[in-house]
Structure formats: structure tokens, C-alpha cells
């Protein structure tokens, strides 16, 4: 494996979405919510504005766990099964250029182009954070920008296992909807469910480590437990065990959802 080969699969990548201003609507996506969000998410009680580092963050996670997994899957859906159908996937292999390398490439540019969006969508938020409460404030919004770049490293190494293991471009997209319904919304459901129907007398810690198997969750209880009055807004002091309130543990497990899905896919995409 040549690592001059990956990078230069990653860099066609990457200029590709840049040239379909792929970046430029991500990041203005990002941007106009963030906003919004940081704004005119206390409406409701009355209060317009930034009103603590804490809430803005509390505010942004709903945000990141809604948009970024769905940005990740439909990104990275077709990389393989796309260039199959279009009939290159041949012609690339043909190359002196290997099926993991491609791979990798594929899934560096299209990670680098996810994490400029992203990055740049919640720049301008990050601004008014470090007028407002000076570097403390900026410290931890520079953690949650990151949490949620790996967030979306994740959901897009779950779209490469797709496009890998699908052999049709509809039935890929499809699936990558599926994901995102399983993972951001039924997923939580069935665990609320379960705990609902033993009156919580059995598995409620079982339940919580559950949680694992779901990068959003992973994603929440790592900002969640950041900052004490972020427990207290979200109410999970109670439920997650303290055991994963670590932030180096959480960002261990969500980087084995990076490195996983993706090691999967290049064992699938062998010939």
C-alpha cells in the first residue's frame, strides 16, 4: 500500500466536491441553523441571544445529531457503488492502484471535504462565543466542533460499508436513509421501550451501555457530560453510569465507529 497513491485518489476527491460547491452548501447549511439555533433557541423562555457556553452547546448537539449523520450518508453513499454503475470502478482498478488504496482515498477526500464544512459552519458561532466569554467559552465549543467532526467521520465510514456491500446505487441510497432512521431516531425508541415496559427494574444499566452501539449516543454523552450544566439540561446525570462519563473513553469508542465500519468495507472490497 502506497501512501502517494491514497493521497492522490483523496486530493481528486476533495476538489471534486469543491467544484460542485458541495463545501459551500454544507458549511452555509451549518452556518444559517447554527445561528439560528444559538439565537433563538431560548425563544421559548423568553430570551433571545447567547446566553452561556453551556446552552449553546446543549442548543447545537440536537442540531449535529439531526443534520450531520444524514450529510455523512448521503456523502459517502455511491463513492463505490457509484463509480460500479457508471462503469470507472473497472477502469480505476486497472491502474496501478489497489482495491484498499482507492478505498482509503475515497474515504480521505470525502472526509476532508466533511470536515471543512463542518468546521466552517460552526466558525462563525465560534466568533461570537470568543467575544462573549473569552477563551474559556472557545475551549469548550472547540471540543464539540470536534466531537462533531467525528460524528460525521463515523456515519460516513458506515456509508462506505454500503456502498461497498451494495451492488446498486438506488438500493444504496435507500439503505443510507434506513441507517439514518435506525441510528438518530428509532434506535433511542427502542431503548426507551425496553426500559419503559420493565418499569426500569431490569437492564437500566444494561440499557445505558447500549448506548454504545450508536455514534449518535456516543456523541451526546460525550458533550453531555462536558460541562455540568449540560447534565442538568439534558437530565442524564441518572441514567449513564459513571463509568462512560469519561470524554477519553467516549472518544475511544467513537473512533473504533470510524475504524470498524471502514476496515469492514476493505475486507468486503476484496476481489
Known amino acids: 500500500m502506497e501512501l502517494t497513491q491514497i493521497l492522490t485518489i483523496a486530493a481528486k476527491e476533495f476538489r471534486d466536491r469543491m467544484r460542485n460547491r458541495w463545501v459551500l452548501a454544507v458549511a452555509l447549511v451549518f452556518t444559517v441553523f447554527s445561528l439560528a439555533i444559538t ?112 460524528l460525521g467521520l463515523a456515519f460516513l465510514s458506515l456509508a462506505l460499508l454500503l456502498s461497498v456491500v451494495v451492488r446498486e446505487r438506488t438500493r444504496a441510497s435507500g439503505l443510507a436513509i434506513a441507517a439514518w432512521f435506525f441510528f438518530v431516531l428509532v434506535f433511542d425508541l427502542l431503548l426507551l421501550g425496553a426500559l419503559v415496559a420493565t418499569s426500569g427494574s431490569h437492564g437500566g444499566e444494561a440499557i445505558a451501555y447500549l448506548l454504545l452501539l450508536n455514534p449518535a449516543d456516543v456523541f451526546r454523552i460525550l458533550n453531555v457530560f462536558s460541562l455540568e450544566d449540560v447534565r442538568t439540561l439534558y437530565g442524564l446525570t441518572s441514567i449513564v453510569p459513571p463509568a462512560l462519563a469519561k470524554p477519553w473513553l467516549m472518544g475511544a469508542v467513537m473512533g473504533g465507529w470510524i475504524v470498524v465500519p471502514l476496515a469492514l468495507a476493505g475486507w468486503r472490497f476484496k476481489p
Not at 457556553?53 to 443534520?67: C, K, M
Not at 480505476?92 to 468546521?119: F, I, M, Q, W
Open 39 to 150: 439565537y433563538f433557541g431560548g425563544a421559548q423562555q423568553g430570551t433571545v441571544g447567547l446566553r452561556s457556553i453551556e446552552f449553546t452547546i446543549a442548543s447545537l448537539v440536537s442540531l449535529v445529531i439531526y443534520l450531520i449523520p444524514l450529510i455523512a450518508l448521503l456523502l459517502g453513499f455511491d463513492a463505490i457503488v457509484g463509480e460500479r454503475e457508471r462503469g470507472s470502478l473497472d477502469l480505476l482498478l486497472s491502474l496501478p492502484l489497489t482495491r484498499l488504496e482507492l478505498l482509503l482515498g475515497k474515504y480521505l477526500g470525502l472526509a476532508g471535504a466533511l470536515t471543512v464544512s463542518t468546521l466552517a459552519g460552526f466558525a462563525l458561532v465560534a466568533v461570537l462565543l470568543y467575544r462573549q466569554f473569552g477563551w474559556g467559552g472557545l475551549f469548550h465549543y472547540g471540543g464539540f466542533m470536534a466531537s462533531a467532526v467525528l
